[in-house]
């Protein structure tokens, strides 16, 4: 599976967009970007995922570059709820869906 | 989404005691798995399943075992108990979706060994 890199931590004002990058330079073509979230040591939460093309759901969206190297994780109007760890990662299920979670991205949302 | 749940969700227990750490699911997934996270640490992938009498080892070597006798079902078992098992254990289901696989994970369960 491939690896992904993402800052380590990053801030958002409540109200406005949070926008997280994700590198996955050494994605192949069968592998899927996942996102999930951990909000204060609970259980991951799925958010969203995709292959190529960008994704929306209702509660966030996915831009996957043109090149499948990098991705974006956006939510619209984020609140202080929001504050996780957010955590992509690139996946091929082949026999079982095997998510190897990273350190992840720390949102901070502030008022 | 998933109905995942885990039981208990903290647990204070002695050393060498024998522990089942439950997790049920109510949406009929096939696929089942087991992760173990310290605080402030990563999620590691200690065991899964396929289904019904399938169990398999995650990348995580731990010294937990595992059962599937019923679907619903994933029980995680230490037969004894050691401080350097405390951590959290989190279990998780998956149903397919586009030809993948998403993971719906529990509460999770605070294990403190003394």
């Known amino acids: 599976d491939a690896k992904t890199t993402q800052p380590t931590s990053m801030d958002c004002a409540e109200g406005r967009a949070a926008n997280l990058p994700c590198n996955h330079s050494?994605?192949?073509?069968?592998?899927?970007v996942y996102w999930y979230r951990q909000i204060h040591s609970q259980g991951p939460q799925y958010i969203i995922h995709?292959?190529?093309n960008n994704e929306t759901n209702e509660m966030a969206s996915l831009i996957i570059t043109e090149d499948r190297k990098s991705s974006t994780l956006i939510l619209p109007h984020a609140t202080l709820r929001d504050t996780a760890v957010y955590y992509c990662?690139?996946?091929?299920?082949?026999?079982?869906?095997?998510?190897?979670f990273g350190a992840g991205t720390r949102l901070a949302v502030h008022p | 989404e998933a109905d995942i749940y885990q039981t208990p969700r903290y647990l204070v227990i002695g050393t060498g005691k024998k522990i089942t750490l439950e997790c049920s699911q109510t949406?009929?997934?096939?696929?089942m798995y087991w992760y173990q996270q310290d605080p402030g640490m990563e999620l590691h992938l200690i065991h899964y399943?396929?289904?019904?009498?399938?169990?398999e080892k995650g990348d995580l070597s731990s010294e937990s075992t595992v059962s599937r006798i019923r679907t619903e079902h994933f029980p995680l078992t230490l037969e004894s108990a050691r401080p350097s098992h405390t951590s959290q254990y989190l279990c998780?289901?998956?149903?397919?979706?586009?030809?993948?696989?998403?993971?719906?994970f529990g509460p999770g369960t605070r294990l403190l060994v003394l």
């Open positions: 998780a289901s998956s149903v397919r979706d586009r030809d993948q696989e998403t993971q719906y």
């Open positions: 050494t994605i192949s073509g069968n592998e899927y």
């Open positions: 995709g292959l190529k």
């Open positions: 990662i690139v996946s091929f299920s082949g026999g079982y869906n095997k998510l190897i």
């Open positions: 949406m009929g997934h096939d696929k």
């Open positions: 399943s396929y289904g019904v009498n399938s169990t």
